[in-house]
């Protein structure tokens, strides 16, 4: 377990969602999203379960809750190796099915939660009903490349350490005002190797579960009896008022001509059985950010969500 704060979330879901339960009796619920095994939410990088009382899935979890799914919102590591969040996602996983008493979970990961929920079923596969991944860089991110190209060019044994210490020191701020108690260290170059297209072939080489074979396709839809499902959007710009779409539209120029999100290019984000790879949102927009600042011309992110609750619910998961 990450450490005591986590085990008390994942007691306060239980409770939550006994109380949901409750309310339910009395007030009704459609059981649209009430999936047979919990859903349980992995962040990316630089993610967290909510700060200042702000989500990081805004307003996706008590959507959720609110027509019968189970929810459990994870935190690991802002910055390290998916095989490191991985473990740390594992642990927390093995504490939900005890808790939940289901046996099974369905992950959701988004961005560099895509790659951390796939360690988890690669390697317990018996504690995982589906895995879906949402605007994950299962393939690697321009963005990364990018920064790696300047960590290994002729500015490196200046510019890197001064870069990792700058986004070392926000993944520790990120992690303080979320309210962990983890000494975990943060690690920058973990991810950085994690998330570029060489740490991307690496991982996919040992954990090939739901990847496609083929450059823009789908992967296997099911493995060792765990579902694999993707969605992603590719509009770094969707609206004027919010201001995180600076950041997107800046990141977006390291794809060239690449459909992408921001952050991850339409072909990275597909795994497993693709919903769709082009919805009109980017990065932050995946999980409603910034405080759902989304676009007007599309479906709204949370409706997504209760969408695929219900898709995993028809399928039995």
């Not at 770094?236 to 991850?264: C, H």
């Amino acid at each position: 377990m990450k450490n005591n704060k986590t085990l008390l979330a994942l007691c306060l879901g239980a409770g939550l969602l006994a109380s949901g339960q409750t309310q339910a009796f009395w007030f009704g619920s459609s059981g649209y999203t009430q999936t047979k095994y919990p859903i349980v939410l992995g962040h990316g990088m630089l993610g967290f379960d909510s700060i200042l009382g702000v989500d990081y899935w805004y307003g996706i979890p008590a959507a959720l809750r609110r027509d019968g799914a189970s929810v459990y919102v994870t935190e690991v590591s802002q910055l390290d190796t998916s095989e490191a969040r991985g473990e740390q996602l594992l642990q927390q996983v093995e504490d939900i099915v005890a808790i939940s008493g289901k046996g099974k979970v369905n992950l959701i990961g988004h961005s560099h939660g895509g790659p951390t929920t796939r360690y988890v079923a690669a390697v317990r596969p018996d504690l995982v009903a589906s895995v879906t991944s949402v605007g994950a860089p299962h393939k690697g991110s321009a963005t990364a490349d990018f920064l790696k190209g300047i960590s290994d060019g002729p500015a490196g044994p200046v510019a890197t350490p001064i870069l990792v210490g700058i986004v070392n020191g926000l993944g520790t701020l990120i992690n303080f005002l979320s309210g962990s108690s983890s000494t975990t260290p943060q690690n920058a170059l973990g991810s950085l190797e994690s998330l570029n297209s060489e740490g991307a072939a690496r991982f996919n080489a040992k954990f090939p579960q739901g990847i496609p074979t083929s450059a823009c396709g789908e992967g296997a839809y099911s493995v060792n009896g765990v579902r694999y499902y993707s969605w992603s959007g590719t509009s770094p710009l969707t609206n004027v008022l919010d201001p995180s779409d600076l950041l997107m539209g800046a990141s977006s120029l390291t794809f060239g001509s690449e459909a992408n999100d921001g952050l991850v290019g339409r072909c990275s984000s597909r795994m497993g059985q693709v919903i769709r790879d082009n919805y009109r949102m980017n990065h932050l927009d995946e999980v409603n950010q910034t405080l759902g600042l989304t676009s007007l011309f599309e479906t709204d992110p949370v409706t997504v969500y209760r969408q695929h609750a219900n898709r995993l619910k028809n399928a039995g998961l």
